[in-house]
């Protein structure tokens, strides 16, 4: 089976039969939910009774995988056995051997999806399911691949966006799917009835001032100024962000600085650097101050304290009112020293 791009996985389901395992990897949250999304869909339908899914969250004993996955669909009914495991970078770590056996002879009714953090293709695990089922590309988009993101979800909504707004729209949010979706829904209704969207209404409906604030909130956190942070989260709710689409765009910003770090040390030019990162060079120039005094461990902790955030908001329900309590928490340890 080919590895795929995330972008191209709903053409690649519809052209191809299931395959036994699916192996979605890469730094973008917002690609491997659409991804798992896309998959669910299309490997556990409605129109197939017999399909279940089973989640699980933490490491799995490797027994409740592998027994699921060769059990036959419920009462003999038409359907899949679909297990996900969220951790797949542990579980391929403690049972890569027993993966790749599994997929040498699978299950003709079980399908297996891992997320990973990273591929590496040289393992057994990794061999076995480039081989009989789909590694799925789920790392950050360039820039013009978000551009043509961009057009595609427009026309999907019934709307043109022309070349320029697209750009306008990238450049001020950058090539992240769960920003980029919710600007675009708030661009379909302020251009309602018109068909078109242009870069007249990008700069009205005010995306250039929400990535100032989104960039000031990066530039509080690196700082560990959190009355400013604070107060940049709070008006970034009050302008109707959700809190996933916060939490994104601020994990984004902390990877991008590390990246740009890591790549400063390394020894590379501004131009180099934005190449590697598929970011305009004007980007760099604009980090390049805030990652000279940050050492490796702020930047894992902080990445650890915002996947673990965003896990928390899609598994747990918040109150009405409880908002402010949780952003001000996670603001509080984003911002220590």
Partial sequence: MPKVKALALEEHLAERAPAPAYALHGDDEALISRSLSLLLHALAPESEPGSTVRTFPQTPEPAAVF????????????????????????????????????????????????????????????????????????????????????????????????????????????????????????????????????????????????????FELGTAVTQGERSRALELCEELLQRGEALEAVIAVLARQVRNLWQIKRLKDDGASQNQIAGKLGVPPFVVRRDLPAVGRLSERWFSRRLRLLSDADYELKTASLRTGEERVWVESLVARLCET
Avoid at 114 to 141: E, H, N
């Fill in 67 to 214: 027994d699921e996955l060769r059990t036959i669909p419920f009462m003999g009914m038409e359907g899949r056995r679909v297990v996900v495991v969220e951790d797949g970078d542990s579980f391929l770590k403690q049972n890569g051997d027993r993966a790749a056996a599994y997929l040498d002879r699978p299950s003709e009714s079980g399908v297996l999806i891992l997320r990973l953090t990273r591929a590496d293709f040289r393992t057994k695990a990794m061999k076995a399911i480039a081989s009989a089922g789909v590694a799925v590309d789920c790392s950050r988009l360039r820039w013009r691949e978000a551009q043509r993101w961009v057009r595609s979800h427009a026309g999907e909504m019934g709307k043109k966006i022309t070349p320029q707004a697209a750009s306008a729209l990238v450049e001020a949010l950058g090539p992240n799917l769960a920003a980029l979706g919710n600007e675009l829904d708030k661009l379909a209704l302020f251009c309602e009835p018109e068909d078109t969207v242009d870069v007249q209404a990008v700069e009205a409906v005010g995306v250039r001032g929400r990535e100032q604030s989104i």
